[in-house]
T-cell receptor
Framework: AQSVSQHNHHVILSEAASLELGCNYS??????LFWYVQYPGQHLQLLLK??????LVKGIKGFEAEFIKSKFSFNLRKPSVQWSDTAEYFC????????????FGAGTRLAVHP | EAGVAQSPRYKIIEKRQSVAFWCNPI?????LYWYQQILGQGPKLLIQ????????DSQLPKDRFSAERLKGVDSTLKIQPAKLEDSAVYLC????????????FGEGSRLTVL
């Protein structure tokens, strides 16, 4: 079955710390990968996406993610987090042959302390 | 550009009552999705429309949930009768004609079933 898993449900960091959120998907075919973010009180919005090409993709607000096909992973990173990065982060995948249905992971709630 | 509009934002009902949620997607977006997000979980696709036709409703509990998009624009999701486990945020999303899985979300409708 097609699925997306996120390893950390809650992460607490201090400002300026580095961030890495894990994401794995289970499918061997073509996949488009996404990270969405939901800031407190706001709607889900796209942070970055990977369709093909350079496996290191850069998104908004200094975030980046690396697609590692051999590990079925798409981890999100940021070298130095800010208090304003406090949010819930969702990894998602659209699998080929599934009408681009987006399947989400359970989310990681990030709290950044000043 | 106006975003995805949803109403109501909040609804509290008793079990066995009915409720309806409305969504107006971004103008020109052919594909419309309804997702259910239970607290602590990622969004789960309930139904996907392409124009006014259903593409995927495999996870829609059809004994109590129904959805329509009669004119290929706005959509209504109905629950009748509601159960306690239907308490969730119901998210509507849309995507442009060249659908690659990138979705634009509304702010959601939070349902509490007592």
């Amino acid at each position: 079955a097609q699925s997306v898993s996120q390893h950390n449900h809650h992460v607490i960091l201090s400002e300026a710390a580095s961030l890495e959120l894990g994401c794995n998907y289970s499918y061997g075919g073509t996949v488009n990968l996404f990270w969405y973010v939901q800031y407190p009180g706001q709607h889900l919005q796209l942070l970055l996406k990977y369709f093909s090409g350079d496996p290191l993709v850069k998104g908004i607000k200094g975030f980046e993610a690396e697609f590692i096909k051999s590990k079925f992973s798409f981890n999100l990173r940021k070298p130095s987090v800010q208090w304003s990065d406090t949010a819930e982060y969702f990894c998602a995948a659209a699998f080929s042959g599934g009408y681009n249905k987006l399947i989400f992971g359970a989310g990681t709630r990030l709290a950044v302390h000043p | 550009e106006a975003g995805v509009a949803q109403s109501p934002r909040y609804k509290i009902i008793e079990k066995r009552q009915s409720v309806a949620f409305w969504c107006n997607p971004i103008s020109g977006h052919a594909t419309l999705y309804w997702y259910q997000q239970i607290l602590g979980q990622g969004p789960k696709l309930l139904i996907q429309f392409q124009n006014n036709g259903v593409v995927d409703d495999s996870q829609l509990p059809k004994d109590r949930f129904s959805a329509e998009r009669l004119k290929g624009v706005d959509s209504t999701l109905k629950i009748q009768p509601a159960k306690l486990e239907d308490s969730a945020v119901y998210l509507c999303a849309s995507s442009p004609p060249k659908n690659t899985g990138e979705l634009f979300f509304g702010e959601g409708s939070r349902l509490t079933v007592l």
